[in-house]
């Protein structure tokens, strides 16, 4: 797959110095995709770090011109603010057209050289349609920063009925920290390609967990030598921006709500974030166990999320 060669242009961009750890880190969640709903799956992990680690957390929703949390509002993300001074951000936004006053806070972030992790459909955080000057933001962004861009699926197939992904750890990678006391599942997110065929993660990329589709429409169309129904579902890179600071990036292209009810899948999440962090991971893994009860609505677009909230809410 050919890259593109892009320098962003300097609106995005107003200084990368990191900022100073302070004694607690501080880590800031971005949520904003009308499928996945991201907006309990972050405030879940966001409380369990706060609890076991004593972190400051932000997380920043989609909000309506009610201050109400809607997901389908792609223009407006509250509070990236907070990515200005924050240690590390955790992404999970699907096709935002944010302006350019909110996008600059995620971008400089990036080049900052702080860790980032990243979830499902922030292969394709951002889509800004019929504009140029911002179109390397929807597919050479997310390859460069995360490993790969937005390319296909292998189907829905009766969305949140049962899983759709085998996801197994990759061999020779049991004593990654990240995978400490995660074993293999079965995930609800119809599995993502990534690698194979004409594409490949980009960069260092390091496979911890592939998955095996379930069931398949690249298999019923006959296209398995361009799609493979074997994908990584979950990898560790470095991403190097304007500031020179190789970054620790964690990404898994999992995501569904009702993934996250699996305890190997709360698991990966928050020891990728502590890894990215280069924090100690316990033996075993991190604590995995909600602080609060979590039951999150189903994926699926239109009003699948839960109205009328509010972030203090959350």
């Keep these: 797959m050919r890259i593109l060669s892009v320098v962003f242009l300097g609106l995005f961009f107003a200084g990368t110095a990191a900022a100073q750890a302070p004694s607690a880190p501080h880590i800031v969640f971005v949520t904003g995709d009308e499928?996945?709903?991201?907006?309990?799956?972050?405030?879940?992990?966001?409380?369990i770090l706060k609890r076991d680690y004593g972190f400051e957390v932000s997380v920043c929703y989609a909000l309506n011109e009610e201050g109400?949390?809607?997901?389908?509002?792609?223009?407006?993300?509250?509070?990236?603010?907070?990515?200005?001074?924050?240690?590390?951000?955790?992404?999970?936004?699907?096709?935002?057209?944010?302006?350019?006053?909110?996008?600059?806070?995620?971008?400089?972030?990036?080049?900052?050289?702080?860790?980032?992790a990243g979830f499902r459909t922030s292969t394709h955080a951002f889509l800004y349609k019929d504009d140029p000057e911002r179109e390397p933001l929807n597919n050479d962004w997310p390859t460069r920063v995360f490993g790969q861009q937005w390319i296909t699926h292998h189907g829905h197939f009766d969305d949140g009925e049962a899983p759709l992904t085998r996801v197994e750890i990759e061999q020779n990678m049991q004593s990654h920290p990240v995978l400490s006391g995660v074993s293999g599942f079965d995930a609800f997110s119809w599995l993502y390609h990534v690698d194979g065929g004409e594409w490949e993660l980009y960069g260092d990329s390091e496979v911890l967990l592939r998955g095996t589709a379930l069931q398949s429409s690249h298999a019923n169309a006959g296209r398995l030598d361009?799609?493979?129904?074997?994908?990584?579902?979950?990898?560790?890179?470095?991403?190097?921006?304007?500031?020179?600071i190789a970054a620790r990036v964690f990404f898994t292209t999992l995501g569904h709500p009702y993934d996250?009810?699996?305890?190997?899948?709360?698991?990966?999440?928050?020891?990728?974030?502590?890894?990215?962090?280069?924090?100690?991971?316990?033996?075993?893994?991190?604590?995995?166990?909600?602080?609060?009860?979590?039951?999150?609505?189903?994926?699926?677009?239109?009003?699948?999320?839960?109205p009328n909230m509010r972030p203090a809410d959350l």
């Design 68 to 116: 109400f949390i809607d997901p389908n509002v792609l223009d407006n993300i509250a509070g990236l603010e907070q990515l200005d001074d924050a240690d590390m951000m955790v992404l999970f936004t699907r096709f935002r057209a944010l302006p350019d006053s909110q996008a600059h806070h995620i971008l400089k972030f990036a080049e900052s050289g702080r860790p980032m």
């Design 260 to 306: 996250f009810r699996d305890v190997s899948m709360r698991r990966l999440a928050l020891n990728g974030i502590l890894w990215a962090l280069e924090h100690e991971i316990p033996e075993g893994g991190a604590n995995a166990d909600p602080v609060l009860p979590y039951e999150p609505n189903n994926s699926g677009f239109g009003d699948k999320f839960k």
């Design 35 to 47: 499928e996945y709903r991201s907006e309990e799956s972050m405030p879940m992990l966001a409380r």
């Design 226 to 244: 361009q799609y493979p129904l074997i994908n990584p579902v979950a990898w560790t890179k470095t991403y190097t921006g304007e500031s020179g």
